[in-house]
């Protein structure tokens, strides 16, 4: 897809349907409990209403899209893992043996697999190949990412979750695996908000405390060499993207000018949707905010953004795992939409104020 | 059971199993993720262990025991809710109609419904009818039960509990309903801890908030009153609590006198859970909280205690809705430990820091 076709379907995405909100919201009310009493999934049920344009609305049908990619800048020793680690789990991935894997069999949720740029191959029919490159370039020496590749990687997304929602899927959910990928992650949202990188640069999967300083400085140096205008999300993933972060913010894009929900997981699909947003800000309606990462800053990342995730279990897994840990919470909150009675129904009386 | 039966079986109440507990966070970090990256759900599984006394702890077989009972301090105009909804709505649990039937059949849970003692009769077999009395005293004008009704009413937990235990239940939740028990929850909460009333009182379900300060005022009355030690959980059942809540205090007690895991629910079921931790400390270390109620004050018990619910989705919906609301995140946890590959397993490269 080129430059150009991507941002004119981006021109088109529209407002979710308010009027249907109003309904999905009247329904809840009618049921046998106090008003709001299920929270955060009642406006969960709401939004999936508003997005599908439905008073029925559903999540049946989802599939977790987990992208695999390399990163240059590990070459610095921002990560305690080496690169193959990123073959060897997806391995993992296909073979079962991943949290992903566990929970997406759990959840009833399709998992599929992108390699979208690894520095190390895996040969195995279940994996779906569509690598940019052998892994970014060092952001500390070089932009990770030209403008071409970056389209490139912005496009395997977009059509995967165009495949998807053509053939009936009415919620993805986005993953990753990527040695290296919070540095980018860092990166980028430093980028965008103009946060001290320090204050949003953490432990990652598992950096020793002293070796997050490091990290820090890599992002910093690697910001001051490309200066990439806050505001522009190509320019910034050029910068300091990466494959699998570019598919997400693909998959989002698609989401939105499609009418599907998107969840996002965690930290690095955060980032993913913050250049999402900044393609067009009515993306954030699409996107259903799993889990509060604790890794560093993301806390106050979601207060600058007024995003509120569904839960906080402390995880730090990626993969996807964050999104779909919480599927059965928004299935619990449907069945109660469908199947709870109504005051009328049940002859309970309503409260008296 | 007689107070002398019950205050001997808490004497015997054990620590949980600390080695094992060791074995199962080994387990846990062998697996092909990054250490304690699943967080919250990862200490849940440890905490089943060693409460347990098993590295495979299991919550395949469980019950919400609902307790419904009425509370005469509705009688000075503290709840949005007339007191026939009680019963309509234990009827409505009965029927499928109300969220705890939808979602412990969603979750897999059973359901047990007890009349603990309401003042209108629902005629139904499916109801185990236990009740103490036709609703509690009037706190503000009398001790809401005697002491022979408080230990009958921590009696029909810890029996009901024992018999679910005996019959190879691994997990119990604990819910209610009961027009007014906000009201109970809020003074019991401010006489443990001795928090101005003003601070942990809210609407409750749906209490208009202009009506909060005359419920914050009749809590004052009855605190003043009744004066109940604040060591004392037995003092503050009778001046203050309910058949319900004691109910639920009881089954707390038989899960750790014979070391069964209790999920508490929210608001009122936590207020139960600071009284059996009164009965005995090691109580908490059997305690699931499963659900950080958004009842004004809550936060503030749950640090003082060391709390740290699993979820917060901003329900307050009570019947034990937030206990079964989370077992799927429970259920998803377990399946992690149980499939996932280890780094052995699946060759996966391991850390190097």
Known sequence: MTEQELLR??????????????QVRERWDSLTKPPHSLGKLEDVVVRL??????????????????????????????????QVVTAEMVRNFLDGGAAISVLSECCSCDLKVFNAG??????????????????????????????????????IGYNA????????????????????????????????????????????????????QHKVDVIRKALALHNPDPADPVAILCAVGGFELAAMCGVMLAGAVKSCAVMVDGFISGASALLAMLFHPRVKEYLIFSHQSGEEGYQEVCRHFAIDPLVNLNMCLGEGTGAVMVLPLIDNALSCYYKMAT??????????V
Chains 1, 2 share one sequence.
């Open 9 to 22: 379907l981006v021109g088109t995405i529209g407002e979710i349907d308010a009027p249907i909100m109003n």
């Open 49 to 82: 209403g508003g997005i599908q344009g439905s008073i029925e609305p559903s999540v049946s049908k989802r599939t977790v899209l987990c992208f695999a990619a390399d990163h240059g800048v590990v070459a610095e020793g921002v990560s305690p893992s080496q």
């Open 118 to 155: 690894m520095v190390h191959q895996v040969e195995d029919s279940r994996i779906i190949q569509n690598p940019v490159s052998s892994g970014t370039g060092n952001m500390m020496r070089e932009k990770a990412m030209t403008r071409d590749m970056t389209f490139q990687a912005l496009s």
């Open 161 to 212: 979750a165009v495949r998807e929602i053509d053939e009936g899927r009415n919620l993805l959910l986005c993953g990753e695996m990527g040695v290296g990928n919070t540095t980018s992650a860092s990166a980028i949202y430093a980028a965008v908000t103009g946060i001290d990188p320090a204050r949003i640069t953490g432990t990652g999967a598992g950096l020793p405390p002293a070796r997050v």
């Open 343 to 352: 005051f009328a129904e049940a002859g309970v009386t309503e409260i008296d």
